[in-house]
């Protein structure tokens, strides 16, 4: 009986530590993450004068944000963001996929190169953007390297170009990013059994094979961690393109992003400069929302569903 | 000859087999370190000297770059306020995280799984979508240009990853720990601190890593909620720097050599528990 009690005065006294417990990181996340987003997403209805809500404008915003002017950038910015992540998922994931199946075939030195693959990943994009925005300059290193190697005579001018700009800026991100790849897929490898491919040797199967038709189904997990991040990654780009093009994504809007677009938006870059389309900016951001929210969604399913179990 | 071949020969053949394998990672290995080569040896040469000698050393060491890059350039000052901010939202990130990871993780309350989830979700949501009403909200407390303001921001947006590191943690340590604690009469408070918080130091490594990480390089909260110069953060004044110094190039390569310094030397400290905790956390992002 007396047993009894306690545990039930025990359960009280955990049920309210529990919510004074829980209490100051919800009230800071709910202040600060929850709130804003779900105000944000209501506000994307309403016309806005600078920052006050007037009055309420159903799908409004929404219709403007497809129609030119701004359809011409959501679209470019949509199409650049899009590009970007197939862009990484060759070079980035692709690649590193590579890289990890050879640092896993011969294990010696597989620490010093994954440690070395991985530093870039933990410096700001900002930095990485203005490292790589200097080197690439002209009369940059890879001006003169180029010239001096014979690949290129005179200026190079990547950066300022709208048909590579681009290219560059994903180049950029994914040697930013190379090393979480080639982390994930070797955790990966190593959770996969080793007789399994002892097995696949044995009955001749060569490196390529294994890689493709052995790791590969079995590397489901990481791969949908990977596209999953990449995805999310992508859709949030913002950094290496303000810091390398500008916050119109130079040259000519060649390099502009769904965030670029929306900062320029909200915080009086588009247009006539100072002024703000707050209205237009949300539901941008709404739409943004649903995107990678669905994405996201539909990937973790795709990738659960496509696990190969043993 | 043929001696050399019979004797040699496999040896050598299976060694050349590994060549092309070597050489791709080299080649990679040449693409990360050659950048950050060119980044530190630049640091110590003046504009002139980096286009005449761009790949060697330096004719002298000189500290000059660094000298202006902190003082002319102001760099010390924003390098104390990110030190602030990212100490301020490691350690608030940690406290209040573990705070909410215990109950979550070790009571057996009816709405745990639902409180979870909620905070679980954060780590997929958008924040800078909500940059706006952020915006609005920071300016009605006063938090705009404010250092106070940026630590709460990151906290909140580090919660959701903290929290689910501390609950991964604290799920699997023995009931019997905080039972016997309490039976010898400790209080829930003292328990968490002094019991379940020293068992999951790997767990609390792994948060203070990743915020540290996530907060020294964000730039773009500082970037709409910073006006003021005495309030900038490292990210923030070198995005200005590489416009404004753009033709003092040595002065702009050694302010990123400053900024980057302390995660450089964290890294190479923890390298290891780094590359770890990406491989089993899936990513840091």
């Not at chain 1, 009986?1 to 829980?22: D, E, G, H, P, W």
């Not at chain 1, 696949?200 to 189904?217: V, Y």
């Amino acid at each position: 009986m007396s047993n009894l009690r306690r545990t039930s005065s025990l359960k009280r006294t955990q049920q309210r530590m529990a919510v004074l417990f829980i209490l100051p990181a919800l009230a800071v996340y709910a202040l600060f993450v929850l709130y804003p987003l779900a105000m944000s997403l209501w506000g994307s209805f309403f016309v806005w004068k600078g920052l006050r809500m007037v009055e309420f404008a159903g799908l409004s915003n929404f219709s403007r944000l497809f129609v030119f002017p701004s359809g011409a950038r959501l679209y470019g910015a949509l199409w650049h963001n899009t590009a970007w992540f197939f862009g990484i998922m060759v070079f980035q994931n692709g690649i590193g996929l590579l890289f990890a199946w050879l640092l896993f075939l011969r294990d010696r030195g597989a620490a010093f190169f994954q440690s070395v693959f991985f530093f870039p990943a933990v410096l700001s994009p900002v930095i990485v953007g203005a490292l790589w925005r200097l080197l690439l300059a002209p009369g940059g290193v890879v001006e003169w390297a180029f010239n001096g190697l014979g690949l290129h005579q005179g200026s190079l001018t990547v950066l300022g170009n709208s048909h590579t700009a681009l290219g560059m800026l994903i180049a950029v991100d994914a040697w930013n990013w190379m090393g979480l790849p080639v982390l994930i897929y070797t955790a990966g490898l190593r959770q996969i059994s080793g007789q399994i491919f002892e097995a696949a040797k044995l009955d001749g199967a060569g490196n390529a094979r294994m890689l493709f038709s052995i790791a590969l189904p079995l590397l489901m997990p990481a791969l949908g961690t990977l596209t999953t991040l990449s995805f999310i990654n992508t859709f949030n780009q913002f950094d290496i393109v303000y810091v390398m093009q500008g916050v119109q994504g130079n040259p000519s809007y060649s390099t502009d992003t769904l965030v670029t677009y929306f900062y320029r938006l909200a915080f009086g870059a588009e247009g006539a400069v100072g002024i703000t389309d707050i209205g237009l900016a949300l539901a941008l951001g709404t739409m943004l929302f649903l995107i990678l929210s669905t994405g996201t969604l539909l990937m973790l399913r795709f990738f659960d569903r496509h696990t190969v179990q043993l | 000859m043929s001696a050399l071949a019979i004797s040699g020969g496999p040896v050598i053949s299976r060694q050349l087999a590994r060549l092309p394998g070597w050489t791709v990672l080299a080649v990679w290995t040449a693409a990360v370190l050659l950048p950050l080569y060119i980044l530190v040896v630049s640091c110590f040469k003046t504009t002139a000297e980096i286009y005449d000698n761009r790949l060697g050393l330096p004719q002298s060491w000189a500290l000059d770059n660094f000298v202006n890059a902190w003082t002319r350039a102001d760099l010390g000052h924003n390098f104390i306020n990110s030190l602030i901010v990212t100490g301020g939202a490691v350690i608030l990130t940690i406290v209040v995280s573990a705070m909410a990871a215990y109950p979550l993780s070790r009571y057996r309350l009816g709405w745990n799984a639902v409180m979870l989830g909620l905070f679980l979700s954060g780590i997929m949501l958008p924040i800078r979508l909500a940059s706006v009403e952020l915006f609005t909200l920071m300016r009605n407390f006063g938090l705009l240009d404010s250092l106070t303001g940026l630590i709460l921001v990151y906290s909140a947006i580090r919660i959701p990853f903290a929290v689910f590191i501390f609950a991964n943690f604290m799920r699997v340590l023995p009931s019997e720990l905080d039972e016997a604690a309490r039976m010898d009469g400790a209080g829930e408070v003292r328990i968490l601190f002094q019991i379940i918080l020293p068992m999951v130091k790997p767990a609390v490594s792994i948060v203070a890593i990743f915020t540290a990480i996530a907060v020294w390089n964000d730039f773009f909260f500082p970037l709409i909620f910073i006006f003021d110069d005495r309030y900038k953060t490292v990210p923030l004044a070198i995005s200005v720097f590489v416009g404004q110094f753009r033709t003092d190039w040595g002065l702009v390569f050694a302010s990123l050599a400053i900024s980057m310094a302390p995660i450089l030397i964290m890294y190479c400290l923890l390298a290891r528990q780094i590359r770890e905790g990406v491989g089993a956390g899936g990513g840091m992002k």
